[in-house]
């Protein structure tokens, strides 16, 4: 096996380096993300507006996109040294089975309970929560690797958790579902009839297996009925990304310690949380003029929001009940087929992430789940961790960028984001392994339904 002599397996970074501070990538951008609008009124959402659905510091977090760094408290620093730092490991078993003069990284996420990088936000979500002197929160959940973050999260400083997860998600991965009940959770499959919104959801699509849209709709329903609760998001919104760059900012660093510099930066894509998190310093740099990087997004073919979505306002939800955002949206009625990437199945992009597409900072590709699960099983037998499907959209691509230098004889760099653990996603790998996974793109009919819930207004034509 050929080994640089000064690189390790795992670049480690110690405790005192793991960052202090989050990084606001809004406030290197020219054209900044805009607005979440009232749907009602179809003016800028203020503080007073989101009140009763976020917790204040969270609100502010949500609404400055001027402040570079913002101090991440004692509390939350403290919480992140039980995992944290975390990863950056040299793929070297798969660089020799592909045979490519590429050097391949990835960032992994995967070493708490959670098996993902939800934690990150969850933990900061929930302290928050907490400090406002809240009694619980809701959320929903779709793989349940967020839903599982926050039941730990909630856990800890003991608050109330109440989960919808998205019903086939609820239905494919029982595990996930009890680790949640293990912390305390409540988990309620979506859409169901314990709210207005879900029995509605339910009688326009009888029988529906759900979507995240449908989910977050049934948890700020919740929300709204509870004393003392608030709603917490796992990903999409800016707070959320915010959490999250504590992947980026650690990945840079433990570049910077050997003076590698990446020529190819790949996250998965859903609602943005992770690919967000993990590419916002570089895409820092490339806004600031300072570097040039390839960032690549990568989403499921079966809910393709960058690639055949449109940038438009939409509804963050299916039962519209929250704020309108401006991103690529596949429309708040889009219900993806039912594939084994759950994370992944929302209709919508964030508006950082989808800001940076359309400003051409980041590029897309879409994959069908059958090259997903071929990469995950070949980078499972060589690398010794078995990823989750999410995480393996990312996987689908590095290998493609790897074996695309081994033509050309490039030696480029390659850094992708590990995000989670695929131990709870048995079924599909059984799917997969015993030939019975389909693959399902959506027509350009069944596209057009849902673009044709997108509210039309002044400014909102596509």
């Given at each position: 096996m050929k080994k640089d002599a000064n690189i390790p397996y795992k670049i480690y970074l110690s405790e005192n380096e793991i960052p202090k501070e989050?990084?606001?990538?809004?406030?290197?951008?020219?054209?900044?993300?805009?607005?979440?609008?009232?749907?009602?009124?179809?003016?800028?959402?203020?503080?007073?507006?989101?009140?009763?659905?976020?917790?204040?510091?969270?609100?502010?977090?949500?609404?400055?996109?001027?402040?570079?760094?913002?101090?991440?408290?004692?509390?939350?620093?403290?919480?992140?040294?039980?995992?944290?730092?975390?990863?950056?490991?040299?793929?070297?078993?798969?660089?020799?089975?592909?045979?490519?003069?590429?050097?391949?990284?990835?960032?992994?996420?995967?070493?708490?309970?959670?098996?993902?990088?939800?934690?990150?936000?969850?933990?900061?979500?929930?302290?928050?929560?907490?400090?406002?002197?809240l009694k619980g929160v809701t959320t929903e959940t779709g793989a349940g690797q967020w839903g599982t973050a926050l039941s730990m999260a909630c856990s800890y400083f003991g608050l109330d958790c109440q989960v919808y997860m998205v019903k086939v998600s609820y239905e494919q991965k029982p595990f996930r579902r009890e680790v949640m009940r293990t912390y305390g959770a409540t988990v309620t499959p979506s859409p169901s009839t314990t709210t207005e919104v879900g029995r509605k959801i339910l009688a326009e699509h009888p029988g529906t297996t759900g979507s995240l849209g449908c989910a977050i709709s049934e948890a700020v329903e919740a929300e709204s009925k509870q004393e003392g609760y608030r709603y917490v998001l796992g990903s999409v919104l800016n707070q959320v990304l915010l959490h999250q760059t504590v992947i980026g900012l650690e990945t840079k660093a433990a570049l910077d310690k050997y003076n590698i510099t990446p020529d190819i930066i790949i996250g998965c894509a859903g609602g943005g949380s992770n690919l967000g998190g993990l590419i916002s310093p570089f895409a820092g740099e490339v806004l600031r003029g300072e570097k040039n990087y390839q960032i690549i997004a990568v989403e499921p073919a079966s809910c393709p929001s960058l690639t055949r979505g449109v940038y438009a306002y939409d509804f963050c939800d299916t039962g519209k009940v929250c704020p309108l955002a401006k991103m690529y949206t596949l429309g708040s009625g889009f219900i993806p087929s039912p594939n084994h990437a759950g994370g992944l199945r929302y209709h919508g992009m964030s508006p950082v992430v989808s800001q940076l597409y359309h400003d051409g900072i980041i590029e897309a590709r879409s994959v069908e789940q059958t090259a997903v699960f071929e990469a995950a099983t070949q980078f499972a037998r060589v690398e010794g961790i078995l990823p989750a499907p999410e995480s393996s959209h990312a996987i689908r691509v590095a290998i493609d960028e790897a074996l695309k230098c081994k033509e050309t004889g490039e030696e480029k760099t390659i850094v992708f984001g590990l995000t989670g653990t695929g131990y709870f996603d048995m079924v599909a790998y059984g799917k997969y392994n015993d030939g019975e996974m389909s693959d399902y793109i959506p027509t350009d009919d069944d596209l057009k339904a849902g673009f044709d819930g997108i509210p039309h207004f002044p400014g909102n034509e596509f």
């Open positions: 989050w990084y606001n990538v809004r406030a290197d951008m020219k054209n900044k993300p805009a607005p979440l609008l009232n749907p009602g009124t179809l003016q800028p959402m203020t503080a007073d507006d989101l009140r009763p659905v976020f917790c204040d510091e969270l609100i502010a977090q949500e609404l400055d996109d001027t402040t570079p760094y913002i101090p991440i408290p004692q509390e939350i620093q403290d919480f992140y040294k039980m995992y944290r730092p975390a990863p950056l490991v040299r793929a070297y078993c798969l660089e020799e089975k592909l045979q490519t003069p590429a050097k391949i990284y990835y960032k992994f996420e995967g070493n708490n309970t959670s098996g993902s990088h939800k934690l990150n936000s969850a933990i900061a979500q929930a302290y928050y929560a907490k400090q406002q002197g």
